[in-house]
């Protein structure tokens, strides 16, 4: 099991939820996070419009049609090319909040939703695929940005007894993105032929919402203290943040953390991979975030009416069933939110990656006997509910959070970007590799993505301590302290290796040297 190095602190820094942060984490949640969730489900429920839409263009300007393995690719590259977009705006985040600060590129990158909704909005009409696709593609950068930005800027500004709850924030916007998509895409909505690209660009009405309010919100004072050491504007950020509290101590605490980083600027993910006292939360990073896509988690929001259709829903029920697991996502982001103040970050992520692994079994087990046993389809759609619900539960959040929590202000923005960068590789291979691995692996392609969720289970239960209610700065101190106690015991077994060898080439050894003066006495 992990283990956890308590340190005491002499000073108690809690706050109570103020209007303004709740108001922030509300408006970053539902600008941006919720536009992830709501352009990793819209293009599932007009997959056959779309298709359709491709097939004729490309029969109208070459006078044949695509074959069904041709437009699959197509129609995969739609899906897919949204994480190839998450993967450039992942890769500017460190220089983008650096640069800007963490709300100035929240409020910044709205512009690429306006492009991107513009894009997608007017594609049926200018009779291109390549406006959906290139749309899709700066959606995608967008979300790259957001999806690290978010956690940071509001995991810097929230006080450490809150830090979960607000970092949990954004995954519950996502889940109500998701959920958002799939009951827009109902067929009495938004779901017929005609309205198609309407549903893809309705992403800037939140976005636009955003952009109007953010902006007369304060940066975070982090960010002014220790990057701009701007101490007047930090203490003007945290009185509008922290209302009436008491902020003595928490100017302390940043100060603190400013003293130990006097000598070190923000560091390049170069700096940051080569950097041996950070590596095992490097590491760790790498481990959830991977982890987290390879879960398979896309691969059911991507495909959901495919893998209902699989398992044997009729064709006019499957759009309401998708919907249904949309609320229980919501459901489960919120319980996660309420709850991990209370049990903790560890808790969460392990039990969410067990239950997904243990459903990503069951699926595979009920797709198989379903054509003996008839209410095997019944237990497949319970295990889809299941992995959605595990996985919003904590892996959908706490890993945005682990990141900014394992790094200094220094570290921060470069382990966003790796954990990031990875996340949306990830991402990629899942979207676009699923339909085929589902067509060649069958009921068993959810067995790869079973052991892939256990693993992570078990790297998180040995490796990762607890960060529950502690500062940054203890947390650098808890990973510092356990790396100099695995270095004690390494050489302590040198030492004792070193020993025994001497032993054994010539030094006296304790018993036989009693043995001669024994034998040596009258």
Not at 171 to 200: N, R
Not at 311 to 340: D, K
Not at 444 to 459: E, I, W
Request: proline content about 4%.
């Amino acid at each position: 099991m992990a283990e956890e190095v308590l340190i005491t602190s002499p000073r108690k820094i809690t706050s109570h939820l103020t209007s303004s942060l709740l108001a922030v984490a509300l408006l970053t949640s539902f600008g941006s996070s919720m536009l992830y969730g709501f352009n990793l489900a819209v293009v599932n429920s007009p997959a056959v419009y779309i298709k359709d839409f491709y097939n004729h263009t490309i029969v109208s300007r070459n006078g044949t049609g695509l074959n069904g393995e041709a437009l699959t690719l197509m129609y995969s590259l739609t899906v897919s090319i949204f994480a190839i977009g998450g993967l450039i705006g992942s890769l500017m985040v460190g220089a983008l909040v650096t640069k800007f600060g963490r709300k100035g590129t929240v409020v910044n990158s709205t512009v690429l939703v306006f492009i991107a909704a513009s894009l997608l909005g007017f594609s049926r009409i200018s009779h291109s695929p390549e406006m959906v696709i290139f749309g899709r593609l700066v959606t995608g950068v967008h979300s790259g940005i957001s999806l690290s930005v978010v956690p940071m800027y509001l995991g810097e500004i929230a006080p450490k007894n809150l830090r979960g709850f607000l970092g949990l924030m954004p995954s519950i916007f996502i889940c109500v993105g998701v959920f958002s998509a799939q009951l827009l895409g109902l067929h009495e909505l938004l779901g017929k032929e005609e309205h198609w690209p309407l549903l893809l660009s309705l992403v800037v009405v939140p976005t636009f919402i955003q952009l109007m309010l953010l902006p007369w919100f304060p940066e975070s004072p982090r960010y002014l203290l220790i990057e701009k050491h701007n101490v007047h504007a930090t203490i003007t950020a945290l009185k509008w943040y922290r209302a009436k509290c008491n902020i003595q101590a928490e100017i302390e605490e940043m100060q603190e953390e400013q003293r130990s980083l006097s000598t070190v600027e923000t560091v390049s993910v170069r700096q940051l991979l080569l950097d041996p006292t950070v590596r095992r939360q490097v590491l760790s990073v790498v481990v959830i975030n991977v982890g987290m896509q390879l879960s398979g988690i896309d691969a059911i929001w991507f495909y959901t009416n495919d893998i209902f259709q699989k398992a044997g829903i009729p064709a006019p029920e499957i759009q309401y069933t998708t919907v249904g697991t949309g609320a229980i996502e919501i459901i489960a982001g919120l319980i996660g939110c309420f709850t991990i103040e209370r049990l903790g970050r560890r808790p969460l992520i392990i039990g969410g990656f067990g239950v997904m692994g243990m459903c990503c079994a069951g699926i595979t087990l009920s797709l198989i006997l379903q054509t003996h046993v008839h209410f095997m389809k019944y237990v497949s759609v319970a295990c889809v509910v299941g992995i959605i619900a595990g996985f919003c539960i904590g892996p959908a959040g706490v890993p945005f959070l682990i990141t900014a929590e394992l790094f200094t202000q220094s570290h921060r923005p470069a382990a966003y970007t790796v954990g990031g960068s990875l996340n949306w590789m990830a991402n990629f291979t899942i979207g676009f590799i699923f339909p085929f691995l589902q067509m060649s692996a069958g009921s068993y392609c959810y067995l790869v993505f079973c052991s892939v969720c256990l693993a992570v289970a078990v790297y998180v239960f040995f490796i990762i301590p607890e960060t529950k209610n502690k500062t940054f700065v203890e947390i650098s101190q808890m990973f510092a302290t356990k790396e100099a106690l695995v270095e004690s015991q390494a050489l302590n077994q040198m030492d004792q290796l070193q020993l025994k060898k001497m032993n054994g080439y010539g030094a006296l050894e304790n018993n036989s040297f009693e043995s001669d003066s024994s034998s040596s006495c009258p």
